[in-house]
């Protein structure tokens, strides 16, 4: 099976992760930021994480792959239940995140971002929707503070470092694929018991943390 993906994104996580927690074997394709093209030809739009499965269809939507992947290859492992604690979290979380994260990508050694024709789409398409990235960055001193805030809430959220409500469950895919993200952002306090949480996803899910590239 073929996983097409871009590295920063957190959606392309969420896929990445079942292959990784079930160790079935997949190869990663990077799309560039600017090729259209491909994605257009594969699902009808621009967009991805894309699946293409071993009988050739193609597979858009995250958590859908996570679904198809956890139920077609071995015994499921996405049993638990979600807990709206943590859905709510993230809502909150996500007005802080997105602008600390979302500047930070283009510096981020990603593949996606190879050319300088693919930056500069990423760039003027992001900036397009939410303001320039100069004045993004200016805004990290109260972001970070707000956003270890949030860590610190997390906390007494997490039961296991292998499973935030104690058996995987959805929840761990949107919550690693978000900690994940933050990893980028340098400055960060990360309670023992999310970065216990973080470092041990990264390693079973085997989804590379982003902390070499932080800024
Ligand atoms: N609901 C989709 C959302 C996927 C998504 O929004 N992916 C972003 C990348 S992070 C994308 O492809 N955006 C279009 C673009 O980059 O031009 C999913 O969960 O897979």
């Given at each position: 099976m073929k996983l097409y993906i871009y590295e920063h994104c957190p959606f392309c996580v969420k896929a990445r992760m079942i292959f990784g927690l079930k160790n079935i074997p997949v190869s990663l394709q990077v799309l560039m930021?600017?090729?259209?093209a491909t994605p257009i030809g594969m699902v009808g739009k621009k967009v991805a994480p894309i699946l293409q499965k071993e009988d050739g269809g193609y597979m858009p939507e995250s958590m859908d792959i996570v679904h198809y992947i956890d139920t077609h290859?071995?015994?499921?492992?996405?049993?638990g239940p979600v807990n709206p604690a943590i859905g709510k979290w993230l809502e909150a979380n996500h007005p802080a995140a997105y602008p600390l994260v979302l500047p930070r990508n283009v510096n981020g050694k990603f593949a996606e971002f190879a050319t300088p024709e693919a930056r500069h789409y990423f760039i003027r398409k992001k900036e397009a929707a939410s303001g320039s990235f100069e004045e993004l960055l200016a805004h990290t001193p109260g972001l970070v503070k707000k956003v270890s805030q949030h860590l610190r809430e997390l906390e007494p959220l997490i039961q296991q470092s292998n499973a935030c409500n104690g058996e995987l469950s959805d929840d761990d895919f949107h919550l690693f694929a978000r900690l994940r993200s933050l990893?980028?952002?340098?400055?960060l306090e990360w309670p023992t018991r999310v970065a216990e949480y973080r470092d041990n996803m990264a390693k079973q899910t085997q989804v590379n943390l982003l902390t070499s590239v932080a800024q």
């Open positions: 930021n600017d090729d259209e290859y071995g015994s499921p492992l996405v049993t990893t980028i952002v340098a400055g």
